[in-house]
Nanobody
Framework: QVQLAESGGGPVQAGDSLRLSCAASGRSFSSYNMGWFRQAPGKEREFVAASTGILYSSLYNTYYEDSVKGRFTMSRDNAKNTVYLQMNSLKPEDTAVYYC????????????????WGQGTQVTVSS
């Protein structure tokens, strides 16, 4: 069982930056594929970024949805059981509730592949 808690959201202006954090409780955090998703009003939840372990190593691959590439950076600190989403050059279309999720499936990038979810944190970007 993994419990996730996001923080760091809030209202910002276009072009600003925010860093979201997701603190996890439970065992074997380092073995989980961790993901960030977002859901805007009236839209389906969409993939933002994910971090998945590389077999037989302590390294991780990180991959992103196309619209956030070059602006968002996902990182993880296994010693702190925490993942981060650094969001730069924010745009009004980034406005959404951002969710952290954990999956036991390597390379997971669809919401149905994730087993555990946080409660979400609101990010609002005004123009």
């Amino acid at each position: 069982q993994v419990q996730l808690a996001e923080s760091g959201g809030g209202p910002v202006q276009a072009g600003d930056s925010l860093r979201l954090s997701c603190a996890a409780s439970g065992r074997s955090f380092s073995s989980y594929n961790m993901g960030w998703f977002r859901q805007a009003p009236g839209k389906e939840r969409e993939f933002v970024a994910a971090s998945t372990g590389i077999l037989y190593s302590s390294l991780y691959n990180t991959y992103y949805e196309d619209s956030v590439k070059g602006r968002f950076t996902m990182s993880r600190d296994n010693a702190k059981n925490t993942v981060y989403l650094q969001m730069n050059s924010l745009k009004p279309e980034d406005t959404a509730v951002y969710y952290c999720a954990a999956s036991s499936r390597r390379g997971a990038k669809y919401s149905y592949e994730y087993d555990y979810w946080g409660q979400g944190t609101q990010v609002t970007v005004s123009s």
